[in-house]
């Protein structure tokens, strides 16, 4: 089975600039979960959809949105971008169909490495 | 906040067993703990997880106290390409999709 993808794998946008990424989970795969990497912060939850529905949601501001299509690909969407917002993008996919277990069990893409200037 | 602590970095040389430590006196009857790696500028990578019996998988073994308030990655034959970050999860159990990451344990592995 191919794995998670993602693209583009690096981006250069400017301050003020919105930006889409995108991913593709692995087949059969229908739960699809973002995460913000910075040397910061680390890792960071950014949003969980299932069935094309948000169902989980991290704190991060209203500027950060995303989607998922009945293909469960998804989109993630930042707008307005600030400098702070330069970091590794990434995208999981799950099975998510239970036991319970298996919800957790995440399946990460490379990245998207995202530099605002 | 991530519910488990671990140490920041541990060494092990290779060939010999690296044994992971991860606190999570916090954790739920019905959370499971998990355990993920990120090589260098790789994205994380899934590796076991376990309810309240020992698991094992080709990749490692998971052993959790019978209180479940501790558990402990088990590489058994460590090599120079499981120099990662490895990090212990327990995930809220009705936040599933949901992971939050602490700052793991960097572990090298030396020759």
């Known amino acids: 089975k191919a794995g998670v993808t993602q693209t583009p794998r690096y981006l250069i946008k400017t301050r003020g600039q919105q930006v889409t990424l995108s991913c593709s989970p692995i087949?059969?795969?229908?739960?699809v979960s973002w995460y913000q990497q910075t040397p910061g912060q680390g890792l960071q939850f950014l949003f969980e959809?299932?069935?094309?529905?948000?169902?989980n949601k991290g704190n991060f501001p209203g500027r950060f949105s995303g989607r998922q299509f009945s293909n469960s690909r998804s989109e993630m969407n930042v707008s307005t971008l600030e400098l702070g917002d330069s970091a590794l993008y990434l995208c999981?996919?799950?099975?998510?169909?239970?036991?319970?277990?298996?919800?957790?069990?995440?399946?990460f893409g490379p990245g998207t490495r995202l530099t605002v200037t | 906040d991530a519910k488990t602590t671990q140490p920041p970095s541990m060494d092990c040389a290779e060939g010999r067993a690296a044994n992971l430590p991860c606190n999570h006196s916090?954790?739920?009857?019905?959370?499971?703990v998990y355990w993920y790696r990120q090589i260098h500028s790789q994205g994380p990578q899934y590796i076991i997880h376990?309810?309240?019996n020992n698991e094992t998988n080709e990749m490692a073994s998971l052993i959790i106290t019978e209180d479940r308030k501790s558990s402990t990655l088990i590489l058994p034959h460590a090599t120079l390409r499981d120099t990662a970050v490895y990090y212990c999860?327990?995930?809220?159990?009705?936040?599933?999709?949901?992971?939050?990451f602490g700052q793991g344990t960097e572990l090298s592995v030396k020759p």
């Open positions: 999981a996919s799950s099975l998510s169909t239970g036991p319970q277990g298996t919800l957790n069990e995440q399946y």
């Open positions: 087949s059969g795969h229908r739960s």
């Open positions: 959809y299932f069935s094309e529905t948000q169902r």
């Open positions: 916090t954790i739920s009857g019905n959370e499971y």
């Open positions: 376990g309810l309240k």
């Open positions: 999860i327990v995930p809220f159990y009705n936040q599933g999709g949901k992971l939050i």
